[in-house]
């Protein structure tokens, strides 16, 4: 029989080729706009949860390749948290998603289709595939592209955010 | 202008948002399901609650476009209730069509909804004349989905021996089984594929990489599939997994990642007199439905004005960018 138990044990992300630039960036000054990004989108889209169900209480650890850094992600509507997190450190995560910056933003965005990334191996995706199935359909059923909500979550400032979204994309996208 | 009917494009949506996409796509139905087993895409995060299922038959209806449920798994003792009410729940929101495939739920769609249009699922395997006929007389069915196991010109034979519409599949996912009745995954996990809903359970799916960027796929205790770096990849189902045999190593045994692509023959599907024709995916993103359902209204309306469409971007689609006529092109296809 299947071994329950293991599967339900967090992984542990670990890098040991991380470059020096991750070593030392600044990551405190990113927490709070992350956290702002999470909630605001939260409010946005509370149906995000039900279809999440018990995957939301799940550690989602996003490698966007070309970034300094890596995102955790935990959709839990009561405990909800977005962090960014150094290739240096060890990590516990439930899922590991991997690919391009630029394809993991039109693959949430849907602009992509994800299982067409997945055969031709553009993503890579490890841990809990229950969650991440249940994340993916969730973030498909939202009709806003993850810009746009990202952008209004800093109200009047939504058109310069917008604009440097669109700049970090082309730039980390163009590295990649 | 060609004298070939235009059949009906029916596309799947596994959330509101797809059912919305396919419909501004050109879609003239679109088939979706509640959330939980009673139908055959029960995956995590997927499907409708009865409230977004009423909506989007309103949605679909404001822009004439038909929603179709898809009530086709098939209940065992004890939990037939939720089956029905399932049934119960599409009629009330009004449905334009329950999709059914066992032969209980038929009679009950009969009896306690005896104006409900009723289509008969492929999941319910008939391929007959006999067959169908059967379920067009017991239990007044307007429409089948015909099994992946038929050829065209024995599609033409079944449609002038039946009293029913034909629908049939042109694009998608394709097993090499009698539909309705694949026990692999429950053979190797204990969750059915016909009776929970689900091929391939993704709470039993691992994918573990190797340091060479290959990837092994896992079923339950069992590696299906040992990917080497550069390969594409395919959907964790044993039938699509390789092995190792007697005579052949890291060997597709069943069969290959591929899917059916039938635009080449819809000319000689709306010959054969199919109604409608069926897109599979509702499992997939709004870019694949947004994608596919475009491509096929074009196709459609093309071959009907006597046209040549263009379905080149097709192919990236498909699972392993590899396409096939499958069965309905001959009956050996590998």
């Known amino acids: 029989m299947r071994d329950k138990h293991k599967r339900d044990q967090p992984r542990i992300y670990k890098d040991s080729q991380a470059g020096p630039v991750s070593k030392v960036m600044p990551l405190f000054a990113i927490q709070p706009i992350l956290r702002r990004i999470v909630q605001h989108v939260a409010n946005l889209h509370p149906e995000l949860f039900e279809r999440l169900d018990d995957s939301c209480r799940k550690h989602f650890l996003i490698d966007a390749k070309g970034m300094p850094f890596l995102l955790l992600l935990r959709p839990d509507p009561d405990n909800l948290m977005l962090v960014a997190k150094s290739r240096h450190e060890e990590i516990p995560y439930d899922v590991l998603v991997s690919g391009k910056f630029k394809t993991l933003l039109r693959m949430i965005d849907s602009k992509t289709d994800s299982d067409a990334l997945f055969f031709n191996r553009d993503i890579t995706v490890t841990g809990d595939t229950e969650a991440i199935v249940a994340l993916r359909n969730a973030l498909d059923d939202m009709d806003a592209t993850l810009a746009d909500d990202v952008a209004t979550a800093f109200g009047p400032l939504r058109g310069p955010v917008r604009a440097s979204i669109d700049a970090v994309t082309k730039i980390v996208g163009s590295r990649t | ?334």
């Not at chain 2, 739920?105 to 909804?113: I, L, P, S």
């Not at chain 2, 689900?198 to 990489?209: G, K, L, Q, R, T």
């Not at chain 2, 709306?270 to 709004?286: F, N, Y």
């Open chain 2, 1 to 334: 202008m060609s004298d070939l009917i235009k059949p009906e494009l029916v596309c799947p949506a596994g959330t509101p948002a797809s059912l919305r996409t396919a419909v501004d796509a050109g879609a003239n139905s679109v088939y979706c399901g509640f959330k939980g087993p009673t139908n055959a895409r029960n995956f995590p995060g997927l499907n409708f609650s009865k409230k977004e299922l009423s909506e989007s038959v309103k949605y679909a209806h404001d822009k004439d476009a038909m929603v179709l449920a898809a009530i086709n798994s098939f209940p065992t003792a004890g939990r037939t209730d939720l089956w029905k009410q399932s049934v119960d729940d599409a009629v009330d929101i009004g449905i334009d069509a329950v999709i059914i495939a066992d032969i209980g739920m038929a009679k009950y769609v009969a009896e306690q909804h005896p104006d409900q249009r009723l289509h008969l699922s492929v999941q319910a395997g008939a391929s007959s004349p006999e067959a169908i006929n059967f379920y067009v007389e017991r239990f007044n069915v307007k429409r089948v989905v015909l099994p992946r196991i038929l050829t065209v010109p024995e599609i033409k034979r079944v449609h002038d021996a039946i009293d029913c519409e034909i629908e049939a599949f042109v694009f998608g996912n394709i097993g090499m089984m009698a539909e309705g009745r694949c026990s692999l995954t429950n053979y190797v996990t204990g969750i059915s594929t016909n009776m929970d809903g689900v091929c391939s359970p993704a709470s039993h799916v691992d994918y573990e990489p190797d340091e060479d960027d290959g990837l092994t796929t896992r079923l339950g205790d069992f590696a299906i599939d040992c990917i080497s770096c550069g390969e594409t990849a395919g959907y964790p189902t044993i039938c699509k997994g390789r092995y190792d045999t007697a005579h052949k190593k890291n060997y597709y045994a069943f069969e290959e990642p591929i899917s059916l692509n039938l635009t080449r023959l819809l000319p000689d599907l709306m010959k054969a007199g199919v109604t409608a024709l069926k897109i599979e995916g509702r499992q997939r993103s709004r870019a694949y439905i947004r994608s596919v359902v475009s491509a096929f209204r074009d196709a459609v309306d093309a071959y009907a004005a006597g046209e040549e469409p263009d379905i080149t971007e097709l192919i990236a689609l498909t699972e392993g960018h590899k396409e096939t006529q499958g069965a309905f092109k001959s009956k050996s296809w590998r």
